[in-house]
């Protein structure tokens, strides 16, 4: 509700100061390109991104939270700093709009005229201290491990009627082969307090449950259920990116030292087969 309202706040301020103000500048942004870091050459893995939106900022007041592309009206004149921040839908929840931590800003300095428009083309490239670990099923050994009570397992795939650029991991499953449970070979120190994210590629045409396994030398596993990746429909299936941030699961999972990333998933009730593909899974922290 709070969201609800501070958007709505904004919509009729700016509605407002339209009306009131005729001869506004206009600001216009288009979506966002994400570039490689010369400082982190084969480090950052597939350039892929869903930012989404923009957090605005002119002369370091802040204008608002937008989708990408956009047209806005700014009532400031003459040459002044722009600042624009790359933000994602935290865990796929379009109502929240969280800056990526883990990118640079886009910043430029313009001179902003009543009545023009002014267009801006925002690049932006990961973060030269981000801390990477991937999988992106390049290598020869996958990084992912099946259950032993799995039914069926991952393959490695690279159709270019799915996926245009590279390989990729996927599950097919049926009346027989009904469920898939995985989990990753490596374990990963993640940090506590401190903003890590995990980034996952995926097209599927059956649901699949995220989750984050806590280990701990004094109990046994505790596998965190997290995100849970509807199924598309397979008329209108397409290639996806969610942005899913675990520091709060890290700070709850006291006693772990470290941490496993889990995949769970079923038949889906009432079909005969369904799907799944990732590709590009990211854990990322400083």
């Known amino acids: 509700m709070r969201i609800f309202l501070y958007f709505l706040t904004i919509v009729l301020l700016f509605t407002s100061c339209v009306k009131n103000n005729p001869d506004p500048a206009w600001l216009e942004v288009n979506q966002w390109t994400l570039q490689s870091n010369p400082e982190l050459v084969n480090i950052e893995g597939e350039l892929s991104h869903n930012f989404s939106d923009a957090w605005v900022f002119v002369n370091d007041k802040v204008i608002g939270v937008f989708e990408v592309p956009f047209k806005i009206p700014i009532l400031q004149s003459g040459n002044c700093n722009i ?23 886009y910043e430029i300095n313009l001179n902003l005229v009543q009545n023009e428009t002014l267009t801006i083309d925002p690049v932006t490239k990961y973060n030269e201290n981000a801390q990477f670990w991937i999988e992106d099923f390049e290598d020869a050994a996958l990084k992912i491990n099946t259950d032993a009570t799995s039914a069926t397992s991952m393959v490695v795939g690279n159709d270019p009627q799915i996926m245009k650029w590279n390989r990729y991991g996927t599950v097919t499953l049926n009346e027989i082969d009904s469920s ?13 307090g401190q ?25 046994a596993p505790k596998n965190n259920e997290f995100i849970r990746l509807n199924d598309q429909a397979l008329s209108s299936v397409k290639w996806k990116k969610i942005y899913l941030d675990l520091k709060e699961i890290v700070i709850s999972s006291s006693g772990s030292n470290s941490f496993l990333l889990s995949f769970q998933s079923k038949l889906d009730q009432g079909e005969s087969e369904g799907v799944i593909v990732i590709d590009n899974i990211k854990v990322i922290h400083f």
């Open 83 to 105: 600042k624009l921040y790359p933000t994602v839908r935290n865990n796929g929840i379009a109502a929240t709009k969280k800056i990526y931590p883990f990118v640079d800003r």
């Open 180 to 192: 898939w449970i995985a989990y990753t070979s490596e374990e990963l120190a993640l940090p506590k």
């Open 195 to 219: 903003e890590v994210y995990w980034e996952i590629d995926y097209y599927n045409t059956n649901a699949l449950t995220t989750g984050v396994i806590a280990l701990s030398n004094s109990s």
